[in-house]
């Protein structure tokens, strides 16, 4: 069973830099898509980025500049935070999408950035 398990979650202060990483467990397989989403207390679950398995980034405007999302290795991908901002508090999940278009969700990290 796959399961992609993120970490690095926790508590950093407004204008900080942070680290996520999202590592995919279970049966190893190559990964068309990964990415991060995020989801804000009373709001929508929304995307935060994302990273193709030949190298294309996308990225939601709130974020462009400021995170950036690296593959380590074939099945872990990180999202490095910098200048993080209130607004950036939120539930953040990774997402992966494997050859044949089967979607696998994490069960999310929490971010809290504090003034």
């Known amino acids: 069973q796959v399961q992609l398990v993120e970490s690095g979650g926790g508590l950093v202060q407004a204008g900080g830099s942070h680290t996520l990483s999202c590592a995919a467990s279970?049966?190893?397989?190559?990964?068309?898509?990964m990415g991060w989403y995020r989801q804000a207390p009373g709001k929508q679950r929304e995307l935060v980025a994302t990273?193709?398995?030949?190298?294309?980034t996308n990225y939601d405007n709130s974020v462009k500049g400021r995170f950036t999302i690296a593959r380590d290795t074939q099945t872990t991908v990180d999202l490095h935070m910098n200048s993080l901002k209130l607004e950036d508090t939120a539930v953040y999940y990774c997402?992966?999408?494997?050859?044949?278009?089967?979607?696998?969700w994490g069960k999310g990290t929490l971010v809290t950035v504090s003034s």
């Open positions: 997402y992966g999408v494997k050859a044949g278009g089967a979607e696998y």
């Open positions: 279970g049966i190893m397989f190559r990964w068309d898509i």
């Open positions: 990273l193709t398995r030949d190298g294309r």
